[in-house]
Nanobody, 126 residues
Framework: QVQLVESGGGLVQSGGSLTLSCAASGRTFSRYAMAWFRQAPGKEREFVAVIAIGWSTLSTTYADSVKGRFTVSRDNAKNTVYLQMTSLKPEDTAVYYC?????????????????WGQGTQVTVSS
């Protein structure tokens, strides 16, 4: 089992910044994807960003809507993945979830992830 705990959400003005954290505990995997998804009221959960760790590779992928504004990174020593969000817009308002799986394929598909955190609310005021 893997436990994921998100933190760092809050209320920020348009144009501001926030950094979300996702701390992982439990089982560890040699190859894995750790992703961020978000879900706004009345909308489907959507992919935001992912960091995928292979045998000797590391790659990041972003949704077009956040490219250039959000950065995903990890701290191995802390078993934590971060989502640094800058130039925030009201349309970024959502509950943000981190998720992980021991595979690095179809990394933007929420249904393929095995473990999820409880989510953290991000609200961007205009």
């Amino acid at each position: 089992q893997v436990q994921l705990v998100e933190s760092g959400g809050g209320l920020v003005q348009s144009g501001g910044s926030l950094t979300l954290s996702c701390a992982a505990s439990g089982r560890t995997f040699s190859r894995y994807a750790m992703a961020w998804f978000r879900q706004a009221p009345g909308k489907e959960r959507e992919f935001v960003a992912v960091i995928a760790i292979g045998w000797s590779t590391l790659s990041t992928t972003y949704a077009d809507s956040v490219k250039g504004r959000f950065t995903v990174s990890r701290d191995n020593a802390k078993n934590t993945v971060y989502l640094q969000m800058t130039s925030l817009k009201p349309e970024d308002t959502a509950v943000y979830y981190c998720a992980t799986k021991p595979r690095i394929s179809t990394v933007d598909q929420a249904t393929t992830y095995d473990y999820w955190g409880q989510g953290t609310q991000v609200t961007v005021s205009s």
